[in-house]
């Protein structure tokens, strides 16, 4: 192929990354991925987890939402903050994109009008976006599921067995069966990752990522109505009205940056605006991880693992197998843990005693550095503790967001950087249930690349080293999924001839590897077998479902008085 980097060294494009809190605009030059600028701005509204914004009104347990003009302010700053900082011609940008996390999803109307924007649903909680861990629709999902196998639907396999509460269905029919008067209002039923696509170019193409991997599209079909309507009369049409609608491939271009957007941004009007992606798969390409055998695992607030295949197999638990669903041409596996650094702040910010907290200050760092430190200093396995990672539930390989986190062997002597590293070891076990999952299913996994935010912090990773009992090679760039947006917008705007070309240009993974610690490893080879046993215990034995449920009549009875 030709040399493309003479004709684009002086060209950009911005990718822009919709986390959980905050989104962050990146720009990269084309011809060889250099990061130039990043901007990152904060949603004002956070995640909405215990009272509606409009009104004050509590939330359910469970619940988690978002404001979706939040999305639009990310574009509104933090693209004019890089082209302020780098100081290039805006003129010289050729196209943007962004990822988003998934599933999150909101009802609209047919122009993209979120439906908690119009007067008269401002103060229903279902109008509101529906963030990815949202999880108030497990018993939805698992009617889905139940209904699924004794109907013997065959899609049910390429997701493992079980369909999340996370997903589409599970939250529309949440929607349906508590806000009927919201189902009926909205004309689709909007994965974020192509609204905010929607906003920018003026044009709504669904991207066959999340409608394969959370929207249940598989071999060119959804579910059928029949199905549908033996879950719910009222939700025969659901596919047919609120969600079916043309689909994009990845690193296509789904229209041209509207004179709208252009304004919001500074950047050209009629740019190439590729189509949306996910935060995890789209970091595939920033990593140049698009060959089978190398899973990719997103670490930040959750972990998602995803590796991309010749081969098809079903592989118990995981969040599903899409053709296309990383790589065109390519079938993409998923996988992923709920809860990782969600875990670890939950434990430092409500748990570390005010003297480690002021220990942490006096020494100028922050309080997981401090724990991180103390606990390092200790032998593998000396805590004598063993944890479940699932605080937030499990999603792989159990797809049940019921499940809450445990921890055994405390004792009065127990401290809590011992407490900390338990927990950490806790989520190094979980993708470890993973990589042997894929293992075992016939989807050998050769690498383990790490990105996302915790691989800063070298604590963790070594553990992960020496849990996995395999090398860690980190990705290059510390803001993976914006980096990989930037690719695929490159690819859009017709600088590559496609995502795997311009991963080889733009992407990489950095020179350190974390290796394992033979000792240390057989230590936690012992350690994870009884990780394991309660895994299949507590995983399958109801105790944990009984507990939550007595939790909610609690709090139902509560919020009555």
């Known amino acids: ?32 991925g250099a990061e130039i600028a990043t901007a990152v701005y904060e949603y004002p509204h956070a995640v909405i987890e215990e009272k509606l914004p409009t009104s004050g009104a509590k939330l359910p347990p469970d619940w988690a939402l978002q404001v979706p003009s939040d999305y639009v302010d990310v574009l509104k700053v933090t693209v004019p903050a890089v082209l302020k900082e780098s100081g290039i011609d805006p003129k010289s940008v050729i196209g ?36 990815w861990k949202h999880h108030s629709a497990q018993s939805h999902a698992d009617r889905i599921n139940e209904l699924a196998h004794a109907r013997k639907e065959p899609w049910i396999s390429r997701y493992g067995g079980k369909i999340s509460s996370e997903w589409e269905f599970a939250k529309a029919l949440q929607v349906l069966e508590e806000a009927p008067e919201i189902y009926q209002a909205m004309d689709k039923w909007v994965e974020a990752a192509d609204w905010i696509i929607w906003q920018l ?14 929207g249940i599209y598989q071999d060119g079909k959804y579910p059928t109505k029949e199905y549908l309507a033996a879950l719910n009369p009222k939700f025969e049409k659901f596919i047919a009205e609120k969600l079916e609608h043309e689909l994009g491939a990845l690193g296509a271009c789904a229209g041209t940056l509207t004179a709208e957007a252009a304004k919001w941004t500074g950047l050209p009007e009629g740019i190439a605006v590729a189509v949306g992606n996910v935060d995890a798969h789209v970091t595939s390409a920033a990593a140049n991880a698009v060959n089978p055998g190398q899973m990719v695992a997103i ?18 638990g995981m969040c599903g197998v899409v053709d296309g669903g990383i790589i065109d041409g390519a079938l993409g596996y998923e996988a992923g843990q709920s809860g990782v650094g969600d875990i670890f702040g939950w434990f ?26 103390l606990a390092s200093a200790q032998p593998v396995g000396a805590h004598g503790l063993v944890a479940l990672d699932w605080q937030s539930g499990n999603r792989s390989t159990l797809v049940d967001h019921q499940l809450s986190g445990l921890i055994m062997g405390l004792t009065l002597s127990t401290k809590p950087e011992e407490i900390y590293r338990a927990i950490v070891e806790s989520t190094a076990y979980g993708a470890r249930k993973i990589v042997q999952t894929f293992n075992e299913s016939g989807v050998p996994v050769k690498e383990f690349i790490a990105a996302g935010g915790l691989i ?48 080889a240009a733009m992407g990489g993974v950095a020179d350190e590897r974390y290796q394992p610690n033979p000792a240390n490893a057989k230590v936690y080879n012992d350690l994870y077998k009884h990780y394991n046993d309660l895994y299949e215990s507590f995983g399958h034995n109801g105790a944990m479902h009984s507990l939550r449920a007595i939790r909610d009549r609690a709090l139902t009875s509560t919020e009555g008085k």
């Open 201 to 214: 170019c003026g044009k709504y193409v669904r991207n066959i990522c999340t409608a394969g991997y959370k």
């Open 456 to 503: 800063k912090n070298s604590f963790v990773m070594q553990i992960y080293a020496d849990v996995l009992n395999m090398p860690i090679t980190i990705i290059k760039s510390a803001q993976g999924p914006a980096l990989g947006s930037a690719i695929h917008a490159a690819v859009a705007a017709g600088a590559y001839k496609d995502v795997q070309t311009a991963a």
């Open 299 to 316: 670490m930040g607030t959750s972990t998602c693992h995803v590796m991309v295949s010749e081969e098809f197999a079903e592989v118990p």
């Open 1 to 32: 192929m030709p040399d493309l980097t003479s004709d684009l060294s002086n060209k950009y494009v911005i990718g822009v990354d919709y986390g959980t809190l905050s989104g962050r605009a990146l720009l990269v030059r084309v011809s060889d």
């Open 96 to 131: 943007i994109t962004t990822d988003f996390t998934a599933c999150t999803v909101l009802p609209v109307k047919s122009d993209g009008t979120p439906l908690c924007e119009l007067p008269e649903f401002s103060n229903n909680p279902h109008a509101f976006v529906k963030l």
């Open 348 to 373: 430092a910010n409500n748990y570390a005693p005010a003297e480690y907290t002021a220990a942490a200050a006096a020494k100028g760092v922050d309080i997981h550095t401090y724990l991180s430190q």
